[in-house]
């Protein structure tokens, strides 16, 4: 959305009382694939929160360390832990460098996070990162808009679409459920 990071797709949907996060497993290094399985998408406080990240691998984990302390000093809300990381991630010198934005999903919200200090709750229940986040997130809302699929088949179709366009991902994909 804000930044444009290559080699990596993750979507996260909400759909039908499912929530649903994605993320292909490329890595790419300038031109060149160097990974084809990595985990870009996993739980965290007590699996009840998934995150995807895009952007530098040791950046988004430092991130989602970050997050998970939030979400202890938090009791489990991920509105507030959101928020407190967003505005330490813009304001403090250290993490203000870090390159990587993060999907966040627990089972009543969904934010995008970045170093800009966004906080951003998607209007329709699909939201995506990295480059091919724009191919994913519309076929995501249109397969929501005029199919009878259910969220995971959704995500696994748009992620399948977004790889057939985007050169930085691929078809080896990570799903979460809540």
Known sequence: MTENFHGTTIL????????????????TLGNTITKHKAKKVRRIYNDKIIV?????????????EKLEKKLERYNGNLTRAAVE????????KYLRRLEAMMI???IDNTYL????GDVIEPDYGVISIGSGSAPAQAAASALME?????????VQEAMKIAASICIYTNSEITIETI
């Open 12 to 27: 996260a949907l909400r759909h039908k009382k499912k929530v649903v996060v994605a993320g292909d497993g490329q890595v």
């Open 52 to 64: 995807g990240f895009a952007g530098a691998t040791a950046d988004a984990l430092t991130l989602s």
């Open 85 to 92: 990381l967003a505005r330490e991630w813009r304001t403090d």
């Open 104 to 106: 966040a999903a627990d």
């Open 113 to 116: 996070l970045s170093g800009n």
């Open 146 to 154: 005029h199919t009878k699929l259910d969220a995971v088949k959704i």
